[in-house]
């Protein structure tokens, strides 16, 4: 059987027992009385625990990124566009998803730049610009000030974001503990946060599929777990990584 055919299988099982599947990324994540709230989209989702399960997310890949981080640059649009209303952005964007923030941004900056990161670009505003070549450096000493292109031009912005690449854990979840740019876990699958459980590829090596699916299964299982004697206040809301 082809890995196709094994993964449609899987989906239909998961829809037969009426498992709702959402396509929309996750925005961010806040932890409020013992509930997360889970932005997605326009909407907000509640929920007393999360497995999280992002595989090895996007890590910052330009000189300085992590720096310019809140100064200029970002990886949520529609979060912090409203901050560059008026003012002149470039966007790049990793997957299709970003096409969706572009357009947003054209409503509301004088100009938008967008660097496609992937193939086959969609149907963007006639008021957004393509940028047709790789980033190479961020511009600006203390804000971004601009993107530096392989080919050498430049192009000046006061705003940069980064969209469509995976979220790395840190930022989707405040406060979750990172060790080795992985999610620590116990044998639980549980994180640092009450609550909160990590399985496959971001917790760590060997990234195998093996090694995911038998995290995922004990992750899910005691998320479960905790989700019913939660709601029989059995347990404390608390640390229980130990």
């Known amino acids: 059987m082809s890995g196709g055919k094994l993964l449609e299988l899987f989906m239909d099982h998961a829809r037969a027992m009426d498992i709702e599947i959402s396509n929309i ?16 989209g326009n909407d907000m989702v509640r ?18 990124e ?37 357009k947003f941004m054209a409503e509301i900056c004088s100009k938008v730049y967008f660097l496609p990161m992937y193939e086959e670009i969609g149907d963007l505003d006639p008021r957004i610009e393509i940028v047709n070549d790789q980033p190479a450096a961020i511009m600006g000493k203390d804000f971004v000030e601009g993107l530096e292109l392989n080919n ?19 930022r989707l979840v405040p406060g979750l503990e990172i060790v080795d740019k992985h999610i620590r876990v116990n044998r639980n699958q549980e994180s640092n946060l009450p609550g909160v459980y990590a399985a496959g590829d971001c917790t760590g090596p ?18 479960s777990k905790y989700s019913v004697l939660l709601s029989t206040q059995k347990i404390p809301i608390e640390n229980n990584n130990q």
Do not use: M, W
């Open 206 to 223: 060997p990234y195998q599929i093996a090694k995911s699916v038998g995290e995922g299964q004990v992750a899910g299982l005691n998320a």
């Open 66 to 102: 992590n720096f310019f981080l809140g100064k200029g640059l970002g990886y949520c649009a529609t979060c912090d566009g409203p901050i560059y209303r008026a003012k002149d952005v470039l966007i790049i964007g990793h997957s299709e998803e970003a096409e969706h923030e572009a």
């Open 47 to 64: 929920t007393k625990t999360i497995i999280i399960a992002t595989g090895v997310p996007y890590r910052a890949t330009l000189p300085r």
């Open 152 to 170: 050498g031009q430049t192009i000046k912005v006061e705003g940069l974001f980064v969209l469509g690449a995976e979220t790395s854990p840190e």
């Open 25 to 40: 990324k996750a925005e961010a994540i806040n932890e409020a009385d013992g509930t997360y709230n889970i932005l997605v």
